[in-house]
C-alpha cells in the first residue's frame, strides 16, 4: 500500500466512525453556539458593544470548541489498541497523524466554519466582514487541530489529561487568535485584510510540515 | 572522539556531574555574592536618580535581569530539550526539568516589578502592552511544561514528553512575541511612556550588568543544587550514590 493510500483509508475509516456517533458532531457545535449566546448575556445588550466585540467572541467560541473535541483525535484509538497499531505500521507515523488531524478537522472544524456566520449575526457582526470571518476560520481552524494534536499526544496516556491539554495548547493558540479576530475586525472597518490572512496561511503551511512531526515523535514517547 | 565530545559527554554522567558541580558551587556562589552585593549597593545607592523617574527607576535592577533570565532559561531549557532528544542524555533531561521552575519564577518576578514600577509610572497596575503580554504568556508556557512533567508518571517518557514540548514551544515563542507586539500596535497606539530616554549613563549601566551576572550565577546554582537532588534521587540504587552516602 503507497503512502497516499493508507493516508486516504486512514482518513476514510475515521470519518467513517465519526459519522456512526453523529451526537459526538453535535455537541461541540452545540458548545460553540451557547459560548456565543453567554457573551450578550454577561456583557448586556447593547448592538454597539456587541458589534465591536464579535470578531473577538466568535474566534475565542472557536478555540475553545476546539479545544474541547481535541482530546478525540487519538483518545478512542489509543484505548482500543489501533494507535498502537498505527506505530507498528510499515507507514510513517507523521502521515498517519495527518489523516487523522484532516479527519477531525472535517469533522470539527468544518461545521463549525459554517455556524460562525449565523452566530457572527447574532452578534450584529457587519456583513461585510463575513466573507472574511468565513476565510480567517478556514485557514485558522486547521491551525487549531494541528497544534492541538501535538499536545493530545503528549497528553493520551494520561488520566486526567483535560486541564493539563489545555494548559499546554492555549498559549500555543494566541497568534491565530490575534490574526484571525484582527483579519475580521480589519474587514468590519472597511481596511484591507490581504496581510493577516497571509500570515494565517503562512502559520497553516508552518503547522501543516511541523506539527505532524511532532506529535508522531510525541505519540511514539507517550506509547513507550 | 575529539577533546570537545570527550567533555561534552563527561557532563552527561550523573556522578562527573555531582562531583564537579560541588566543587564548583563554593566558587559560583562567591562570585554571585560579589556582584549581587556590588550591583545592589551601586544600582540602590551610588547610581543618581533618574532625572525624569526618580528613584523608581531602580526597580529596573532586579526587574530587567529578571525579564532577561526568563528568555534566557528558555533557551538552556530548549538546548537541554535537543540533546536531550538526540543524544539521549540523562543529563540533559535533569538540567531540563530542574531549570523549568526557576524560568518560571524570573517570568513572574518580571512581571510582578513590572507591574509595582507600572503604578507610579503609568499609573496603573496593568496595560496590554506588547512585552508583558508576551512575558506572561512564556509563563504560561513554562506552567504547562511543569505541569505535563509533573503529570506523566514514567520519568523517563515524562522527560522525553517535556523536552518535545519545550522545542515545541521554541518555535512558538518568537512567533507569539511578535503576534503579540503586532496585535499591540494595531488595537492601541502606545500610550504608555517608553523607555528609550537618553542612553543609560555608565554608573546605571554596570551595577545593571553585574546584576545580570548575578542573576546568571543564581540560576546556575540553584539549577546545580536541584539536579544534583534529583540525581541522587534517580540513582538511589548505583553504587557510587551509596558509597557516597557510607551505605553498605
Known amino acids: 500500500m503507497s503512502v497516499w493510500q493508507a493516508f486516504i483509508e486512514l482518513l476514510k475509516r475515521d470519518l467513517r466512525l465519526a459519522m456512526r456517533r453523529r451526537a459526538e458532531i453535535a455537541n461541540p457545535l452545540l458548545f460553540f453556539v451557547m459560548v456565543i449566546v453567554l457573551f450578550p ?17 466568535v474566534w475565542v467560541a472557536a478555540l475553545l470548541a476546539a479545544l474541547l473535541t481535541l482530546d478525540s483525535i487519538f483518545r478512542s484509538d489509543f484505548e482500543d489498541g489501533t494507535l498502537e497499531q498505527l506505530l507498528l505500521s510499515a507507514q510513517p507515523l507523521s502521515v498517519m497523524v495527518l489523516a487523522k488531524v484532516v479527519a477531525h478537522w472535517l469533522v470539527t472544524g468544518l461545521p463549525l466554519l459554517l455556524v460562525a456566520p449565523l452566530l457572527a449575526m447574532l452578534l450584529g457582526m457587519k456583513p461585510a466582514a463575513m466573507g472574511t470571518l468565513m476565510l480567517s476560520l478556514l485557514l485558522g481552524t486547521p491551525v487549531l487541530s494541528l497544534i492541538g494534536a501535538i499536545g493530545v499526544a503528549l497528553t493520551v496516556g494520561l488520566r486526567r489529561a483535560g486541564v493539563i491539554l489545555s494548559l499546554l495548547v492555549l498559549p500555543l493558540y494566541v497568534p491565530v487568535l490575534i490574526f484571525g479576530a484582527a483579519a475580521v475586525d480589519a474587514a468590519a472597518s472597511g481596511l484591507p485584510v490581504a496581510g493577516q490572512l497571509y500570515i494565517l496561511a503562512a502559520f497553516l503551511a ?19 | 572522539m575529539n577533546s570537545f565530545m570527550k567533555w561534552f559527554h563527561k557532563w552527561g554522567s550523573p556522578p562527573w556531574f555531582y562531583r564537579v558541580s560541588g566543587k564548583m558551587l563554593p566558587w559560583l556562589t562567591g562570585l554571585f555574592v560579589i556582584t ?152 492601541q497606539g502606545t500610550t504608555v511612556m517608553r523607555l528609550d530616554g537618553p542612553a543609560m549613563a555608565p554608573e546605571m549601566l554596570w551595577p545593571l550588568l553585574s546584576m545580570a551576572i548575578a542573576f546568571k550565577l543564581y540560576y546556575v546554582i540553584v539549577m546545580m543544587l536541584s539536579a544534583r537532588g534529583e540525581i ?10 551509596r558509597e557516597l552516602v557510607g551505605g553498605e
Not at chain 2, 524560568?103 to 503609568?122: C, D, Q, R, Y
Open chain 2, 36 to 187: 549581587l552585593v556590588y550591583g545592589l549597593y551601586a544600582g540602590l545607592v551610588l547610581a543618581p536618580a533618574d532625572y525624569q523617574q526618580g528613584d523608581s527607576f531602580r526597580i529596573i535592577y532586579v526587574h530587567v535581569p529578571a525579564a532577561w533570565m526568563g528568555m534566557f532559561i528558555y533557551m538552556v531549557m530548549a538546548a537541554a530539550a535537543l540533546v536531550h532528544l538526540v543524544w539521549r542524555m540523562k543529563m540533559a533531561d535533569v538540567v531540563l526539568i530542574s531549570s523549568a521552575p526557576i524560568g518560571a519564577a524570573f517570568a513572574f518576578i518580571a512581571l510582578v516589578t513590572g507591574s509595582l514600577w507600572g503604578k507610579p509610572m503609568w499609573g496603573t497596575w496593568w496595560t496590554w502592552d506588547a512585552r508583558l503580554t508576551s512575558e506572561l504568556l512564556l509563563l504560561f508556557i513554562y506552567l504547562g511544561i511543569i505541569a505535563l512533567h509533573s503529570a506523566v508518571e514514567d520519568r523517563q517518557s515524562a522527560g522525553r514528553a517535556t523536552a518535545v514540548l519545550t522545542l515545541v514551544g521554541v518555535v512558538n515563542i518568537p512567533i507569539i512575541h511578535y503576534s503579540v507586539v503586532w496585535w499591540n500596535t494595531l488595537h
Open chain 1, 41 to 57: 448575556l454577561g456583557v448586556g445588550a447593547e448592538p454597539n458593544l456587541l458589534e465591536r466585540m464579535s470578531a473577538g467572541v
Open chain 2, 232 to 241: 541522587l534521587a534517580r540513582e538511589t540504587k548505583s553504587r557510587w550514590v
Open chain 1, 206 to 224: 508552518m503547522a501543516l510540515s511541523l506539527a505532524p512531526v511532532a506529535a508522531a515523535s510525541a505519540l511514539r514517547i507517550s506509547l513507550s
